[in-house]
T-cell receptor, first 112, second 117 residues
Framework: GENVGLHLPTLSVQEGDNSIINCAYS??????FIWYKQESGKGPQFIID?????DKRQGQRVTVLLNKTVKHLSLQIAATQPGDSAVYFC???????????FGAGTTVTVRA | NAGVMQNPRHLVRRRGQEARLRCSPM?????VYWYRQLPEEGLKFMVY????????ESGMPKERFSAEFPKEGPSILRIQQVVRGDSAAYFC???????????????FGEGSWLTVV
């Protein structure tokens, strides 16, 4: 499953399929990006990050892609599991800044 | 090693009352950040504090909101004369270093959910 365009608030994906969550960031000066997972009633949980000198970074079952030309970020989750159901946020940051700017989030629902 | 601890987790206040939200950072962390999350939205930066100092409160409403991080004890976010629009989740985060942060050095608490009735 994939959400396309600037941002769609929900994504429904079949268990076992790959998920792609997209994010358009706003500040061309941002050079550090983080994906967070937020389960219901909990705080944001770090998933993976990427700096602007890279265009791809892989973790365990997750990959982040960065396209600075169009200010676009994506999170790919391989073999989506029920435990992946959550809201996913991208956050952007500038060097030597302590503030994170969060996007509105995408709700991912995994169908059994 | 306990994470960032926030309390209360849920708080209900009537309009006009005061809300006090507490945050104990991770052990060894002396930098605290408060974020607010309105329903169906992402987190928005409110304030950055170090022990006994407010470094940046640019994201905090000018009236009714205040924050402190005393030498001893937790950081407190105080909202006076609450209104319905203050209903939100308030998250505290902490880090061990000033300045640039990273996903591996800033940790969020579980949040305090404020409901104003």
């Amino acid at each position: 499953g994939e959400n396309v365009g600037l941002h769609l608030p929900t994504l429904s994906v079949q268990e076992g399929d790959n998920s792609i969550i997209n994010c358009a960031y706003s500040n061309s000066a941002s050079d550090y990006f983080i994906w967070y997972k937020q389960e219901s009633g909990k705080g944001p949980q770090f998933i993976i990050d990427i700096r602007s000198n890279m265009d791809k970074r892989q973790g365990q079952r997750v990959t982040v892609l960065l396209n600075k030309t169009v200010k676009h970020l994506s999170l790919q989750i391989a073999a989506t599991q029920p435990g992946d159901s959550a809201v996913y946020f991208c956050a952007e940051n500038k060097s030597n800044d302590y503030k994170l700017s969060f996007g509105a989030g995408t709700t991912v629902t995994v169908r059994a | 090693n306990a994470g960032v601890m926030q309390n209360p987790r849920h708080l209900v206040r009537r309009r006009g009352q005061e809300a006090r939200l507490r945050c104990s950072p991770m052990k060894g962390h002396s930098h605290v950040y408060w974020y607010r999350q309105l329903p169906e939205e992402g987190l928005k930066f409110m304030v950055y504090l170090q022990k006994e100092n407010i470094i940046d409160e640019s994201g905090m409403p000018k009236e009714r909101f205040s924050a402190e991080f005393p030498k001893e004890g937790p950081s407190i976010l105080r909202i006076q004369q609450v209104v319905r629009g203050d209903s939100a989740a308030y998250f505290c985060a902490s880090s061990p270093f000033p300045g640039q942060i990273s996903g591996n050095t800033i940790y969020f608490g579980e949040g305090s959910w404020l409901t104003v009735v």
